[in-house]
Nanobody, 124 residues
Framework: VQLQACGGGSVQAGGSLSLSCTVSGRRASEYGVGWFRQVPRKEREFVAAIKWSGDSPLYADSVQDRFTISRDTAKNTVFLRMDGLKPEDTAVYYC??????????????????WGRGTQVTVRG
């Protein structure tokens, strides 16, 4: 299973970016996909996740109502739309896939497969 994230960049506060995560080796819908982010010297932080069923997406409180996770099953791709970006959203963003549906989607420890990160920088 491989995941490839792209779409990061630099944007002014209040702006928007969209990230995409293409999954190969399995269907993106098979176990779901999560997004996490990390800044230096801090633990990887949950951002959003879409379960294998596709219903009830999960969001961290810090991004609720600003970020939207979605997927295109035909393209085996999961998207993270980020609106109203804040400087504190600056981080390296990772997409990941668990290896079971019996998963705590909010904990990075439950994810087995990780893509390379993509940098998101929000200028204040």
């Amino acid at each position: 299973v491989q995941l490839q994230a792209c779409g990061g960049g630099s944007v002014q506060a209040g702006g928007s970016l969209s990230l995409s995560c293409t999954v190969s080796g399995r269907r993106a819908s098979e176990y779901g996909v999560g997004w996490f982010r990390q800044v230096p010297r801090k633990e990887r932080e949950f951002v959003a996740a879409i379960k294998w069923s596709g219903d009830s997406p999960l969001y961290a409180d810090s991004v609720q109502d600003r970020f939207t996770i979605s997927r295109d099953t035909a393209k085996n791709t999961v998207f993270l739309r980020m609106d109203g970006l804040k400087p504190e959203d600056t981080a390296v963003y990772y997409c990941a896939a668990p290896h079971t549906t019996n998963t705590d989607y909010t904990s990075w420890r439950w994810y087995q497969h990780w893509g390379r990160g993509t940098q998101v920088t929000v200028r204040g």
